[in-house]
């Protein structure tokens, strides 16, 4: 007699993979802080599914790490956690789509997002971050079946009060006297710069006028250079209560210097945009600053320097040419809503109301339109 028989395995069919989508579009590329996020959840039911709630959350986090001694530290904080949309959803939900509306105002005193890496001074391989992340997850019951979850990345500005339309003129002067060696006098050099405003915009050209007396001093002077620093500043780890700054160049201009006894006196202009991304701003303890720094290169003699600290708020508007004047360098070192939510509605009764209004997904790429243009200038990018 035969008593083989056999046992069926665990059956899986409708218990295993992707039973859904899940989208996030917001009706702007970027918002600056005290704006309200307006869009909407898509969500697409390929087959039914059970659930309990739809959350949408939004989290601002600003973080640092850097290296010291060659040990890694690190410093985190979440400064911004809210919860804009909770809504509990049919249980089983049926396969369609399924739109969900929402906003929320940003708080006002939020500091703009930032990616600056590659930073040295007072740390090592400064990287320091701020950023804004929308999360919309449904938990789906049932085995080897994926939650839907959905993920954006908000470009958010801090709002200045300042405006390029009413900052100051700023002019520094400097007299350093030339010793070749450290030890042999070489006489005296003047440098003066200045500029008309020291409050710019993205994508703008800046413009620094330049003033090189060499006459009493016998030293020539190689090149005389205006360039971008990012600086970004932390607390110092040990708790001495003051900050560490780190910095590194990210636009540099150049002309040749005067000889002993010439002088040179000209504008320098550049496009703020290339590897300058980021407007200034400031978060709970990393703050991102500028300067434009005038540097005078002697041979076998200290460089003399000036440095004019301007703010850089977000882009105005289109942007402008670059002058043909000189060379150009690149240089490499990233509660609930108080609103009532409407509840979910199918598409295709959607369409004829609330899908009429455009909502605009955030650009993958918001610093494209930034990119330096053509012109018959060199450009160098240094590793």
Known sequence: M???????????????????????????????????????????????????????????????????????????????????????????????????????????????VLDADSLDGDLQALHATIKYTLKAS??????????????????????????????????????????????????????????????????????????????TSSASIKHVSCRVYQDVTIPDPKGSGMRKVCSRPLLQVRATGPKSGELLERPMDFVLAGKLRFPSTEGSFVKCSYRITLECELFLAKTI??????????AQGPLQPLPVAHELLLLHPSARSATPL????????????????AHSRASAAPYAHLAVPRTPATIDLMA
């Open 138 to 215: 449904i938990k789906v019951e049932g085995r080897f079946v994926s939650d839907l979850e959905s993920t954006h990345a908000l470009v958010v500005r801090e709002r200045h009060r300042g405006t390029a339309e009413t900052s100051q003129g700023v002019e520094r002067t400097v007299s350093k006297r030339v010793r070749m060696l450290g030890c042999i006098n070489r006489g005296t050099c003047h440098v003066a710069a200045s500029m008309k405003k020291n409050v710019l915009a993205l994508g703008e050209t800046a413009r620094v006028d330049i003033f090189v007396n060499n006459h």
């Open 342 to 357: 409407p509840p979910a509605v199918p598409s295709s009764a959607a369409s004829s109301t609330s899908t009429s209004s």
């Open 2 to 112: 035969d008593t083989s028989s056999t046992t069926s395995g665990p059956q899986f069919v409708g218990e295993i993979g992707v039973k859904g989508e899940l989208y996030i579009s917001v009706d702007k590329s970027e918002y600056y802080a005290g704006d309200t996020i307006s869009g909407r959840l898509n969500v697409l039911v390929s087959e039914t599914i059970h659930c309990d709630t739809l959350v949408f959350t939004i989290t601002g986090e600003e973080s640092a790490q850097w290296s010291s001694r060659g040990d890694h530290h690190s410093r985190y904080q979440e400064f911004l956690k809210h919860e804009i949309l909770v809504n509990v959803l049919p249980n089983p939900y049926l396969p369609g789509e399924y739109l969900y509306p929402f906003s929320y105002t940003l708080p006002a005193d939020i500091p703009g």
């Open 305 to 314: 320097k000036i440095d004019i600290p301007v703010t850089i708020l977000p």
